[in-house]
């Protein structure tokens, strides 16, 4: 064989193998790996309870509720209701009217308070509701009827009593906790209160009456809510007071006071300047002391005046003129 003939056939030969070389990259580029193992996905269903973003709340669980509780009970009494539930965090049992919506609330106490958990009954008769309620969707998982019946209440006091003197009272009424009687001006409004006894003392207690005279009112007044269960009509007369002192006395003296007044707690008498406003004094002693009293003169010659005070509101109750010399 010549030699180009030799060297044509070494150039093919090289060509068919480069061409069986391409081929056999082309076929294997065209095989679709596998997936890797750890690609692999596996979707189960959803959970029940889930976290929240932030993780601070699981979700509502929202199975029904029992209640179990007095068909009827007074107003303001406090009562059981024994109950089942999911018990969420912060769940609530509550008392409303029927007809309210499930977002309105009363008298509540968390589940997590305990089983049975005291409930107080609101201080208004009717017809009411007691419900179990979730916190966060506000949800009405079991409801149950609620009778309020009204409470019967009596007072007893004199017609009359002197201003700022203590008056024996008698009463009778639900006595729920925070309830009290007060003896008011009748023009007090409903709701407000004056000198006030708590009816926890006792079925008979006093009261110090008003001192203002006029036309006052004996209250029973309820711990929830401040309502008027009862009023009973009492008139306070002005406390009958006389002075007896001499005319004039000398600056800084003692001047000796004879008197007749209600001498209530922490009533006293004061000697001042004839223009220092009512309400307020300068030497003083208390009526506890008896009477006569002696009390200190002002320093400096003045008009002056003879003052009994009385210790609930610091009103001036009688006056009498007296002249402070050098």
Known sequence: ???????????????????????????????????????????????????????????????TATLQLPAQVNAGATF??????????????????????????????????????????????????VRYVTIRSKTVLGRAPLLVTSNEVTLQAPAEVVAGTSVAVTWTGPNNPGDYLTLVPKSTPD??????????KGSSLTIIAPIADGESELRYMTGQGAKVLHRLPVRVVAAKVELDAPASAAAGSKVVVAWTGPNNPGDYITIVPQSLPDGQYAGYTTTDRGSPLTVAAPQGATLAEIRYMSGQGARVLQRRRIVITP
């Not at 709701?191 to 926890?200: E, I, L, M, P, S």
């Open 191 to 200: 709701g407000q209160y004056g000198n006030y006894t708590n009816t926890a």
């Open 80 to 129: 059981s209701v024994q109950w089942t539930g999911p018990n969420n965090p912060k769940d609530y049992i509550t008392i409303v009217r029927r007809d309210a919506a499930a977002s309105v609330y009363g008298n509540y106490r968390d589940t997590s308070a305990g089983n049975p958990v005291q409930l107080p009954a609101p201080i208004e008769a009717g017809e009411w509701e």
């Open 1 to 63: 064989m010549t030699e180009p003939s030799t060297r044509r056939n070494r150039v093919l030969a090289t060509i068919i193998v480069i061409l069986l070389l391409l081929l056999l990259l082309v076929r294997c580029q065209q095989k679709k790996p596998a997936a890797p193992a750890s690609t692999t996905i596996t979707v189960s269903a959803a959970p029940t309870s889930v976290p929240v973003p932030g993780g601070k709340e699981a979700d509502e669980i929202l199975t």
